[in-house]
């Protein structure tokens, strides 16, 4: 199987310098695992690599859309999958999208799952409860997965099931859910306050860099609706810009958010993959894994 690099681990945790120095020193580019990145102008609050932070190396799947298009984990799986196929260097799928790493890793099938399917018109006469209830009953595995107010979902459930007649739940069931890559899944960490305070700190750099001023532009352009408008760092200005809270309340705001996604993450990423964690903060143990990537590199050449 093909051989592929991830670096995963919540926000601000040091994926970043960490994937450049292990891309210069066994010849491999990054692929990005970031929802938000991959837009257009969104730059300052979804934290994204800067031109001198890349130092040479090769970022894919940044910049790719505006913001008011749809991008969604099976775009991102089609996507990755192909530059990881279509290389002989070593991919790097560096991000804290739990989801997009798993999608791209694991049997996945996404065009079984959703295929190309549009709602049903009729689907959307129905409230959230009377759509739930549905699901309920004709799907209730997939049923307990899904929030009575995640609408989007409901819909997406239920047509599926329309128009294929089998349940989504049967769907996923019927997977493996095996890697399909031969893949080495590190993970950046640190002491939990340790990471709280780098993430106020990265919150607050981004206000000072001009955050609410790129918010702004996009705003004015796309408004708060847009896809990639609601990403933590972009959806809390709405009440600033309407006159409801103020800037510091944003900040407060965001850094909350920030550090929820982290917890998030970590619980995510515990439960779902299997990590080889370090402290991202510590030399010798950043060292010490870059070794350990070193030997899995070379076992899986020899």
Not at 56 to 67: F, S, Y
Request: charged share 30%.
């Amino acid at each position: 199987m093909k051989k592929v690099l991830v670096i995963a681990g919540p926000t601000a945790s040091g994926k970043t310098s960490f994937s450049v120095s292990v891309a210069k020193a066994y010849g491999g580019y990054v692929i990005s695992g970031d929802s938000v990145q991959v837009y257009r102008g969104l730059d300052i609050g979804s934290g994204k690599v800067r031109p001198e932070e890349m130092q040479g190396i090769r970022h894919e799947l940044i910049d790719i859309l505006d913001p008011d298009e749809q991008y969604s984990v099976s775009d991102f799986q089609k996507n990755a999958r192909a530059m990881i196929d279509a290389s002989e260097e070593l991919p790097i799928i560096v991000g804290g999208t739990g989801l997009y790493l798993k999608a791209c890793l694991y049997d996945y099938d996404f065009v079984q799952e959703a295929g190309e399917v549009h709602t049903d018109p009729e689907l959307d006469t129905y409230t959230n409860e009377e759509l739930y209830g549905m699901l309920r009953e004709s799907d209730p595995a997939q049923a307990e997965k899904i929030h009575v107010n995640n609408r989007r979902r409901l819909l997406r459930s239920l047509t599926i099931l329309r128009h294929t007649g089998i349940p989504q739940g049967e769907m996923v069931a019927s997977q493996r859910h095996e890697m399909i890559y031969d893949a080495m899944i590190v993970g950046c960490t640190m002491e939990r306050q340790k990471l709280h305070e780098r993430i106020a700190l990265r919150v607050r750099q981004m206000a000072a860099e001009g955050l609410e001023e790129e918010v702004r532009s996009l705003a004015q352009r796309y408004g708060f609706r847009a896809p990639g408008m609601q990403g933590i760092g972009y959806k809390e200005w709405e009440a600033y810009f309407a006159g409801k809270i103020s800037r510091e309340e944003v900040i407060g705001k965001i850094i909350i958010h920030s550090r929820q996604y982290a917890r998030r993450q970590y619980t995510w990423l515990n439960h779902q993959m299997p990590v080889h964690w370090f402290d991202s903060t510590d030399p010798q143990d950043a060292e010490r894994m870059r070794k350990e990537i070193g030997k899995w590199i070379r076992d899986c050449r020899e």
